[in-house]
Every structure is written in structure tokens, then in C-alpha cells.
């Protein structure tokens, strides 16, 4: 009776996942299960058999238009008394303005927050839209406030962490680290100069 039970709740969890994305099946190793429609690393290093349910491709998902982000990316910069264009470029950079994007590292969102870095800021779901845009927004101005303003330090710290950029006293050595840089206050100063993007 309770397989039973446990089967027909999985099935309309599915039933309600599958519209939207890939599920997964996460039996772990004390027997419990975890059906979820969101890739977490460390539920799949910690289980003991993963199944996956590919999404339906007959079925949209579900799509913020550019005019609600540029919305949010004001509403919380002006929030967190930070420059708006800093926000869009790193945005832009990160994402492509894409809100359910997922790195191969974990960096999850539209600003590409690491988990740790969401949960180092407060932030209890850093796969809602506007909970990642305040997650980054509260980091970069911690690396602003760090780096004394300075907006291209604080880019570098925001792609390979402080510690590296304290380490070696600017812009680490990283050939993904300045790249990030360059293209981000390269948007920055085209934002500035009112070049519309979004």
C-alpha cells in the first residue's frame, strides 16, 4: 500500500516537472528518493541510483521576457545603490540574459551565482529570478566595497572570486578571467552611452 501510494505521488510530481524540464529520480543511499527537475551536483555525487525523465520537447519552457529582467536588474541595482549598466553588462556576459541557464560548474541563473556564493549571501533559492539578481547584486557590491570602487577589479573577483584577485594584486592570469573582464566593461561603457541591448 505505501509502494503504492509512494508510486502514485511520484507519478504526479512527474506529471507536473515533465511540462517544464528533464526530471530527475535520486534514490540515495539510506533508500530515500528525490524527485526534482533541477540539477543539483551534490545529490548527484551523494546517490546511490539517478534515473532521468527527458523533457518533453513539444513543450516551451516557460520564457521571462528581456523587458521583465531589465525591470528587475533597475529595481534591485537601485536597491543596492549600484550601477544599472554594471548589473546589464554582467548579466549580459554571464547568461545572455538567459534566467534558467546552468554552467557545467554549478553556476546557476541569469547572474550564474555558485551555490555556495547564494548561500553566503542569504539567498535560499538562487533558481528564482529576482532572488538571483539580488543574490549578485549583494556580491558585487561586497567587491566594490573591497576593491574601493574599483569596477574592474570587482568584475575579475566577481569571475574568479577575491582571493585570486587579493592573491595576485589584480587581474588573476586566467585567460577566461580577462576575457570576462574585457567583455564586461566593454558592455558597460556601451550601456553607459545608452547602446540598447536588451
Do not use: W
Not at 22 to 41: E, H
Not at 166 to 175: C, L, N, S, T
Not at 176 to 181: D, G
Amino acid at each position: 500500500m505505501k509502494r503504492l501510494l509512494l508510486l502514485l505521488i511520484i507519478t504526479i510530481i512527474i506529471g507536473t516537472l515533465t511540462s517544464y524540464a528533464d526530471v530527475y529520480i535520486i534514490k540515495k543511499k539510506d533508500g530515500s528518493i528525490i524527485v526534482t527537475n533541477i540539477y543539483y551536483p551534490h545529490l548527484f555525487k551523494n546517490a546511490n541510483h539517478i534515473k532521468v525523465l527527458r523533457e518533453n520537447k513539444n513543450k516551451k519552457l516557460p520564457v521571462v521576457k528581456n523587458k521583465e529582467i531589465d525591470k528587475l536588474l533597475k529595481t534591485v541595482a537601485k536597491e543596492y545603490n549600484i550601477d544599472y549598466h554594471l548589473l546589464l553588462a554582467i548579466a549580459k556576459v554571464e547568461s545572455n540574459f538567459k534566467h534558467n541557464s546552468m554552467s557545467h560548474k554549478g553556476a546557476i541563473g541569469l547572474m550564474q551565482l555558485m551555490p555556495e556564493t547564494a548561500k553566503r549571501f542569504g539567498i535560499k533559492n538562487p533558481y528564482d529570478l529576482y532572488q538571483n539578481i539580488i543574490g549578485a547584486a549583494r556580491y558585487l557590491k561586497y567587491l566594490l566595497n573591497l576593491f574601493h570602487n574599483n569596477i574592474i577589479l570587482a568584475t575579475a573577483a566577481y569571475n574568479a572570486g577575491e582571493n585570486n584577485v587579493i592573491k595576485y594584486k589584480g587581474i588573476p592570469p586566467y585567460k577566461e578571467t580577462k576575457k570576462y573582464v574585457n567583455q564586461v566593461i566593454s558592455l558597460y561603457k556601451k550601456y553607459k552611452l545608452n547602446e540598447k541591448v536588451l
